[in-house]
């Protein structure tokens, strides 16, 4: 989804309230995608399935705050089942992760200096976020990696 289409369903009038709970990459290709929305007073935790592209229902209730929670554990899980589980960032027995990473740009076909983000939501959830922008579009760069890439090198 988006970014402009993410903000149209924000501002649908029959929504309540909508939460993007998620947008990162996964091995491969695909992204992970996560919604909490709230209609008519319901709080529904939908997710996008990685291999249908179908919506499930992955949490639902009353309460947004205990709907946003029950969700948050269900991704975490759901992330761990997809890419084989990580361990732990502060246990890679002395692996060296980098502050910083270089990435090449498929916007500008240059490379770009991306920052580590230990502050990050994917972050809390055991992987490593890198933070950069593209100098000639202006547009973000985020590339999230599993630490074990950082275990063989």
């Keep these: 989804m988006e ?4 903000n149209e369903l924000k501002n649908d009038s029959r929504i309540d309230r909508v939460e993007k709970m998620l947008n990162m990459p996964l091995p491969g290709t695909q992204e992970a995608i996560s919604f909490v929305v709230q209609i008519d007073g319901h709080t529904y ?10 919506w499930d229902i992955v949490a639902e209730g009353s309460d947004w705050d205990k709907v946003k929670q029950s969700h948050s554990e269900w991704l975490s899980d759901d ?17 060296e992760i980098p502050e910083e990473i270089t990435t090449d740009c498929n916007m500008c076909d240059g490379t770009h200096t991306l920052s ?4 990050s939501f994917t972050s809390a959830m055991g992987f490593l976020e890198y933070e950069g922008f593209c100098e000639e579009t202006g547009h973000p760069i985020i590339i999230t990696k599993n630490p074990d890439e950082f275990l063989t090198q």
């Excluded at 935790?45 to 179908?54: A, F, N, Y």
């Design 116 to 119: 580590a983000q230990p502050d």
């Design 45 to 54: 935790g939908l997710h996008c399935d990685h291999s249908t592209s179908e």
């Design 79 to 95: 992330i761990g089942k997809v890419t084989g589980d990580s361990p732990d960032p502060e246990n890679l027995d002395g692996a």
């Design 3 to 6: 970014k402009d289409e993410f």
